[in-house]
């Protein structure tokens, strides 16, 4: 493994340089980018640092002086703190968005060093393409101040994911879904700066029609910038996971070649598999159908079964290919688990504010922000959507790795006995599966399947309830 370094560099494309773009300029990735006839070559930047940090306590700061000057003013020329359940709504929003993007801005340059390292060893392999993996952009308030540290550790384990790729790519040609992410990526960025827009020009529209303080509310800007930063984080995540799950659905793939191949090779495979092919009713056969079955039956147990002597070999490499994805999740929860926490919080709060304020502006005419009920169906589609994207391709890496547990299962169950090396090799990726469990869970608190959606949308009910109460 190579110890990063200030000249490190690496090259990017596709979805991976898009992503890495848009960090840099929400100030999350502090690197620099120099065009080469491979892509984009990048490397870490302090210069870029110095930006990231500068602009995200900056919009922390003025967000929170916002809400402090909206607080003081007089209650009747305020559109957003006007009662004492806004007030504390508001500042624990500003509060939670500000922390996210501090966050993620202070771990940025680590993340680009450990992703530098990662793209140099994958390009010492001499790969031709580079891994479209998304760099670890986590929870706003965090970038600031760990923006360097989360760019050390992202070069490492993108490397890393990268060399996976290339040696699966031996076995089996990865699943493209690059187009797909990409479309994801890019129209939840659209629809999430659409709908910023929106909601802060109806606000600036109200705040004029009834002759509110437009300065002070004006300033709101700032929260609205940092929002759109938490989604460049939230959508970097996805990326990475979405990554680590098309490497693991890859290797599984692979399993599946192996193991169609050992059943071919056993003849209680073939037998299973004629089963499963083919139900057969004996009482609707014709007796001349039987006897066929049973002239040929000496001519199928006679049949040369061709000794699999690479497939032992594939297996070892293939084990070992998974233990090295296991060590990226861990990495990833190493790297993720304070910012994912800190974003899982700030949904929570978001899809607990915003049907609060659906419910109040239908059954409350007299509320000062009026703003429309269906602007904010469309925060909750939003946010709900957030949560999907952390969650889901989590959820299915932890299937996939169910799946490979699976595939190994059978392999030994349809493995012939005097195939000790293939057996052999079975046993020991079976102990590695045993032995080397791995899930996303951020700060060891939870695991992000969807059982956890199922908790939130429950904690959600329960505080509306108390809220609409109050």
């Not at 993007?101 to 001499?126: D, H, I, N, P, W």
């Not at 031996?170 to 700066?193: A, D, G, H, Q, W």
């Not at 429309?372 to 994207?389: D, E, R, T």
Request: hydrophobic content about 45%.
């Amino acid at each position: 493994m190579h110890s990063p370094s200030p000249q490190t560099e690496c090259v990017v494309s596709g979805t991976l340089c898009l992503m890495l773009r848009m960090s840099q300029v929400a100030g999350v990735a502090p690197l620099s980018f120099r065009r080469t006839a491979a892509g984009w070559s990048v490397r870490v930047s302090r210069v870029a640092n110095f930006y990231g940090n500068t602009l995200s306590f900056t919009l922390w700061f003025l967000s929170t002086l916002t809400i402090a000057i909206d607080i003081v003013i007089e209650p009747e020329r305020s559109y957003r703190t006007r009662t004492n359940s806004t007030r504390i709504v508001w500042v624990a929003d500003v509060a939670t968005v500000g922390l996210v993007v501090c966050t993620a801005a202070c771990t940025g340059l680590m993340r680009m060093k450990s992703l530098m390292v990662y793209l140099l060893e994958l390009q010492e392999a001499r790969i031709v393409w580079v891994a479209e993996v998304a760099t670890v952009g986590l929870v706003v308030c965090t970038a600031a101040c760990t923006g360097l540290m989360r760019m050390k550790s992202l070069m490492v384990y993108l490397l890393e994911l990268q060399e996976i790729n290339l040696k699966l790519s031996l076995y089996r040609e990865e699943p493209s879904n690059e187009s797909c992410r990409k479309l994801i990526v890019v129209s939840s960025m659209i629809f999430t700066c659409s709908t910023i827009l929106l909601d802060y020009g109806l606000f600036i529209y109200q705040v004029v029609i009834y002759h509110g303080k437009v300065l002070t509310s004006c300033l709101y800007i700032f929260y609205n910038i940092s929002s759109a930063v938490q989604q460049v984080i939230l959508l970097t995540f996805f990326e990475i996971a979405t990554s680590v799950l098309t490497s693991l659905q890859t290797l599984n793939n692979c399993l599946k070649d192996l193991l169609q191949e050992i059943m071919n090779n056993s003849p209680e495979g073939k037998r299973a598999m004629i089963t499963l092919e083919s139900r057969i009713d004996m009482y609707n056969i014709k007796n001349k159908s039987i006897n066929s079955v049973v002239d040929t039956m000496s001519v199928y147990r006679g049949q040369p079964i061709t000794r699999p002597k690479s497939i032992p070999t594939t297996i070892r490499r293939l084990a070992m290919l998974y233990c090295s994805l296991c060590d990226v999740i861990r990495q990833v929860n190493d790297s993720h688990g304070t910012i994912l926490v800190a974003l899982l919080l700030c949904l929570l709060l978001h899809l607990v504010i915003t049907p609060y304020h659906v419910i109040t502006n239908i059954f409350n005419k007299s509320r000062s922000d009026r703003s429309s009920p269906l602007l904010q169906i469309n925060w909750v589609v939003l946010h709900f959507g957030n949560l999907l994207l952390i969650i889901e391709p989590c959820h299915r890496t932890h299937d996939e790795m169910e799946m490979t547990r699976h595939l190994v299962s059978q392999m030994m169950r349809y493995a012939r006995s005097e195939d000790s090396d293939l057996v052999m090799e079975l046993q020991m990726f079976y102990q590695h599966l045993v032995l080397n469990e791995v899930s996303y869970a951020p700060l060891k608190m939870f695991s992000l399947n969807r059982t956890l959606i199922t908790t939130i949308l429950g904690s959600i009910t329960t505080y509306l309830v108390v809220i609409v109460q109050l």
